[in-house]
């Protein structure tokens, strides 16, 4: 994200220079950086052989595990149910799967597989913690990626030539000053404008939806 904004923003304002300051912060954790990096590094040249062998090992080893979790059920009714309620602060009242217990709270991984339906877990502690790490956030990451696909697919929406950002709502007078300077013919465009941020950037969208000026190009 930094070189991102040295490269787009000039050495004067590289906003990004924490995690803390980046959009989509949730995708840019610490513990996914292998997942997010090593491929391109493979691509690069800058992955040797055995460390992609133990990416792809990590990769397959945490997929089984979910699929493993995802397919493996308690009834309420069963007596293995009893040593699950233990680690609940409510018992089962439905059945329910390793994953949806791992979703709850007080259900970490490691007591999970230590439970007679779910054990043996993984050895691999990265990929355990990958694993638990995907299924207690899912919900949020999926929100996260969503919205990352709908930024990318805004970057090709156009702006009309003879806008005047001063018609434009919410936007402050330094993004106004230099949306009008620029004249950008697309949103990502706009988006690479030194001050012009991702909210000045949604409210410009709004603003062009509530118009009926949103075209994008072919």
């Known amino acids: 994200m930094l070189v991102d904004d040295l490269c787009t923003l000039g050495t004067k304002e590289p906003y990004r220079m924490f995690t803390s300051r980046a959009e989509y912060r949730l995708m840019l954790r610490e513990d996914n ?8 590094g493979r691509e690069l040249g800058l992955v040797d052989d055995e460390r992609w062998a133990r990416y792809n090992e990590k990769l397959e080893s945490i997929e089984r595990e979910r699929q493993r979790l995802k397919s493996t059920w308690v009834n309420p009714q069963a007596e293995s149910a009893n040593e699950v ?3 609940l602060t409510a018992p089962l009242s439905r059945e329910a799967s390793g994953e949806d217990l791992l979703r709850r709270p007080e259900m970490t991984y490691e007591q999970l597989v ?10 691999d502690r990265q ?27 805004n970057e090709n929406t156009l702006l009309p030539a003879t806008l005047d950002y001063r018609q434009v709502t919410g936007l402050s007078n330094e ?7 620029h004249k950008p013919s697309s949103i ?6 030194s001050g012009i941020t991702p909210a000045a950037i949604s409210i410009l969208l709004v603003w062009l939806k509530k118009q009926g000026m949103l075209r994008r190009s072919a």
């Open 33 to 40: 950086a292998d997942l997010r990096l090593t491929e391109q």
């Open 85 to 87: 309620n233990a680690h």
């Open 114 to 123: 230590q439970l007679s339906p779910f054990t043996p877990g993984l050895e």
């Open 127 to 153: 990929a355990a913690e990958q694993v638990e790490i995907q299924v207690k956030y899912e919900g949020y990451i999926a929100r996260q990626q969503d919205e990352i696909e709908k930024q990318q697919r």
């Open 175 to 181: 993004v106004i000053a230099k949306l009008n300077d």
């Open 188 to 193: 990502g465009q706009a988006s690479r404008i």
